[in-house]
């Protein structure tokens, strides 16, 4: 194209760029010759000489929660503008894998790292290193506070403390708390506002109605279906994730466990049916679309400014949505 132009290979690169060096004549001339060529530049010969890979890695711990679907699609919202693409990861709450993944990012695969980490994750070596290394890497809702970076969270302390106050108006007297784990950020902030709820209330907390579950939806029904019909029955039910609602709701129906008359449910939850199940389910939705674009917009300011400052050492706080629905109201 240069020969036929009579132009220099760097003033068609520059013209193709739209760089402000080049006349707009030339780049009508360079950009009608590229139409009748049929020519497209390729971003990945670009990026190699730029030693950029133009990809942003998302790590999450779990696809089927609607609430890392939805961060994930605010992300690439953002970053599709600006020619990057997403890589994204599944750790499947295994930190062996989570390990893996990271260990293969090592390698200048990605830019920069967004991550959510799984449920196993205390020891943090593998996320140092990632740091040690210099590649932009933050966190949403799942973070790891030991590393100086920027990490969006909601308001899981506040929003728990007020979804357990809506059970206790509502006529409950022991409330269960279900969790994954012990372990992570959230749980810890969630769990906290769920007792410091009771204790307001002058409600005593009996331990057993702290329920840890895990990964395997039968193995969870079971679970809840021990907690349900044990010698401490809660009539209420806050569960820390969307997979322990629908599975309290299994358990419910094959105890003949009458919701809400009998037992109340609310759970942190995104998904679109929550209204259409039965009864329809109280929520506490994050604003997940917000925390991807708001990522998203710090990781593209750090890679496409010159000269940008590490990422700031800061928690992000956005508020959750408690939407009332069938399934907490009193008859």
Known sequence: MAAELNLAPSTVSRALNDSYEISAETKKRVLSMAEKLNYHPNPFARSLRENKSK??????????????????????????????????????????????????????????????????????????????????????????SEIPTTKFITNDYQITLEATRHLIHQGCKAPAFLMLSEDISITKERHRGFLAA??????????????????????????????????????????????????????????????????????FSNMGIAGLLNPSLTTISQPACSIGEECAKILIKKLTKPNQPDLPNEVVVLPSKITIRASTMAE
Do not use: W
């Open 198 to 267: 009771l204790k307001e209330a002058g409600i005593e907390h009996n331990p057993m109605l702290s329920k840890v579950c895990c990964q395997n939806e039968s193995t969870n029904i079971e679970i809840l279906r021990d907690l349900l019909t044990g010698s401490i029955k809660p009539d209420g039910i806050l569960a820390s994730v969307e997979k322990l609602a629908l599975a309290s709701y299994q358990a419910a129906k094959k105890e003949n466990i009458k919701i809400p008359q009998d037992l109340k449910i609310i759970s």
């Open 55 to 144: 990809t942003i890695a998302v790590i999450i711990p779990e696809r089927i929660n609607t609430f890392f679907a939805q961060v994930i699609d605010g992300i690439e919202k953002i970053t599709q503008e600006h020619g990057y693409h997403l890589l994204v990861y599944c750790t499947h709450e295994d930190v062996d894998k989570e390990k893996k993944i990271v260990s293969l990012l090592l390698n200048g695969r990605a830019d920069a790292i967004v991550m959510s980490v799984s449920s196993q994750t205390s020891d943090i070596c593998h996320l140092k290193k990632l740091h040690d290394r210099g590649l932009p890497i933050l966190f949403f809702d799942r973070i790891c």
